[in-house]
């Protein structure tokens, strides 16, 4: 059984949608928080968002997407979702979904979801 599963990339225009999805194992989700990075070849990987591993637990975004995009939980499904507004060329990148502790991806990192925004 994969530990992490990533969905939802795609190639868009500026200034549309995506939802990327990620299905984790029931102990990996219910016992760590939960994350989104972005990571391209040569470039510093960056935490875009987390969240915490309870409902209505504390979120983080990171400055650049605050206000375009949401990061949600749907314990039922095991399940943390992005929902990525108002893309930006910028966003481009590939998107890994991960456990996270003090901010960091732990464990399984997998291909993630490659999303291309064009202007």
């Known amino acids: 059984q994969v530990p992490l599963i990533e969905s939802g990339g795609g190639l868009v225009q500026a200034g549309e949608s995506l939802r990327l999805s990620c299905v984790a194992s029931?102990?990996?989700?219910?016992?760590?928080?939960m994350g989104w990075f972005r990571q391209d070849p040569g470039k510093e990987r960056i935490r875009v968002a987390s969240?915490?591993?309870?409902?209505?637990?504390?979120?983080y975004l990171e400055d650049s997407v605050k206000g375009r995009f949401t990061i949600s939980r749907d314990a039922a499904k095991n399940t943390i979702y992005l929902q990525m507004n108002n893309l930006k060329p910028e966003d481009t990148g590939v998107y890994h979904c991960?456990?996270?502790?003090?901010?960091?991806?732990?464990?399984?990192w997998g291909q993630g979801t490659q999303v291309t925004v064009l202007s």
């Open positions: 029931r102990d990996t989700f219910t016992t760590h928080a």
């Open positions: 991960s456990a996270v502790v003090a901010g960091l991806p732990v464990g399984f």
């Open positions: 969240i915490a591993n309870y409902n209505g637990g504390g979120t």
